[in-house]
């Protein structure tokens, strides 16, 4: 392949490993920054973003004689609207050297002073390539959707794997799955060649197989209560009739459901999971369970020849809508590596934790410390009004401070506007909440905070509760 010859100014495509190339410009860098030792690169300036790079020659082409074959190939939104500023970055161009008579170039101009964020090999908190229609908010989940890091260091079993899209050498032996930002890149992802399974579609569930199917997975369905199906079908999901039929039909079975209880009759009920597997068959348990649930399930998965992973999610309904849940596996790695496309799919980041067991352990003690600030913030609304304070101006306080958060913000809204329509169920918190409480028993350790926190949800599910989403707990406190 000829070598081309690229110059300040020129248009490019930018590519790193498997990932979709981006469109980008060739800029100056910096007076101050050197160029990587031994590397052919250019300095390339992103569009749709403030993010700039050195990239290799030979991952980079020109842009516009290879516009119409990477058009074809990615077809993402967030990928159209940088190829569109690409097109008015264009039309500007032109209009500038018509408005010159034809004097005008824009090659050797100087980038606009905005800040710059440059992505280095050593950079440990790169910035990520940003919708160019969305103001850069920090905490926005959508803003980091492209980070490119040519970072040549293995991640090891116990680190994050964020949806920052890192570039791993393929010879580095990291089994690390790169999470992949489904709603800003979509399309993006190479969905695997398996046939995956999935039971369960209540919030959580119904967010996740909406994503998979985005990203082109081949998902069978099915549901306690079959009519949930029936808008999965219309989306290109094959709908099977009992879980036994779901798990001997695909390769990778995933199960969401409320409880241990309903965890366990979908494996070992009639026309149960269990009796669909076989040897080699994968079953994954996405319900926020106890371990001795996942202890229970992953030897019978096993002893029929199966093989196991649990990976409850950390997020919301609206988070698992927009494929941002936090995946906590553990279990069978080769499982994990596995679910490499469907994790990315439908999460922000995945932890692997090891064996079976801590991944149970690990969200219920996160879920432990959401339910009792949870009930904490309701408990500071309410004394707030008995004391004659304005609740609206202690949200704004809190929501200046340290304590701030998309999480504050939102239950507090929601709770001054009456609107309790759930996101994550009262009685699924409480539920977690009396798991981690017996987990801290087992272990002879304190959980007064927990406990505390339990006994207000316990009011709350005999106020009717149990059907809204956990930010109800606040009326608790005023019956």
């Known amino acids: 392949m000829a070598t081309v010859h690229l110059r300040i100014g020129d248009l490019v495509w930018g590519k790193l490993g498997r990932y979709p190339p981006w469109p980008g410009k060739v800029v100056s860098p910096p ?127 116990m680190e994050p794997i964020s949806k920052r899209l890192k570039i791993i050498e393929e010879d580095t032996g990291s089994t690390s799955i790169q999470a992949a930002d489904s709603t800003a890149i979509n399309g993006s992802i190479t969905p695997t060649d398996k046939r995956i399974g999935f039971l369960g579609l209540g919030l959580m569930g119904s967010g996740i197989v909406s994503n998979l199917l985005k990203m082109g997975h081949v998902v069978t369905v099915w549901n306690r209560t079959a009519e949930k199906c029936d808008l999965f079908i219309q989306e290109g999901a094959r709908l099977g009739r009992t879980p036994a ?20 009759d979908l494996v070992l009920g009639p026309s149960g999971v269990l009796q669909g597997i076989r040897p080699g068959k994968c079953y994954v348990e996405m319900s926020t369970v ?51 496309s ?59 401070g340290q304590m701030a958060s998309t999480f504050v913000d939102q239950k507090c809204q929601n709770i001054l506007q009456g609107n309790f329509k759930p996101d994550y169920y009262l009685k699924h918190i409480q539920k977690d909440l009396r798991l981690a409480i017996s987990m801290g028993d087992m272990a002879n350790h304190p959980t007064p905070m927990a406990a505390a926190a339990n006994e207000v949800y316990k009011r709350a599910k005999a106020l009717d509760q149990s059907d809204n989403d956990i930010s109800a707990v606040y009326r608790a406190y005023i019956h």
């Open 290 to 340: 106890d371990p001795e649930t996942i202890t229970e399930l992953s030897q019978v998965i096993t002893s029929r020849g199966g093989r196991f992973l649990e990976s409850p999610v950390a997020g919301s309904q609206q988070l698992s809508n927009d494929g941002m849940l936090v995946i906590l596996a553990a279990g069978d790695r080769t499982v994990y590596e596995d679910c490499s």
């Open 342 to 400: 469907c994790f990315q799919a439908m999460g922000k980041t995945s932890f692997f934790l090891g064996e079976a067991g801590n991944a149970a352990r690990m969200m219920l003690i996160l879920n432990m410390v959401q339910g009792s600030f949870m009930a904490t913030i309701a408990e500071g609304l309410t004394l707030a009004q008995a004391t004659g304070q304005s609740q609206q101006t202690f949200l704004d306080i809190l929501c200046q």
């Open 31 to 157: 007076k101050d920054l050197k160029k990587p030792r031994g590397k052919k690169c250019h300095f390339v300036k992103f569009f749709g973003t403030e993010d700039h790079a050195w990239i290799k020659v030979e991952q980079l082409k020109p842009y516009h004689t290879h516009k119409e074959e990477m058009i074809k190939i990615n077809k993402g939104k967030r990928f159209q609207q940088a190829v569109d500023a690409v097109e008015d970055f264009l039309k500007k161009a032109k209009g500038k050297e018509q408005n010159s008579d034809g004097k005008g170039d824009s090659r050797g101009k100087k980038t606009p002073n905005k800040p710059l964020k440059i992505l280095e090999e050593d950079d440990e908190d790169l910035s990520a390539l940003k919708d160019p229609s969305e103001k850069p908010v920090k905490d926005d989940p959508h803003f980091h959707h492209f980070l490119l890091s040519q970072s040549e260091k293995p991640i090891s079993s």
């Open 245 to 264: 039929e779901v798990a001997s039909m695909c390769d990778i079975t995933f199960s969401c459901v409320s409880d241990p209880k309903a965890a366990r």
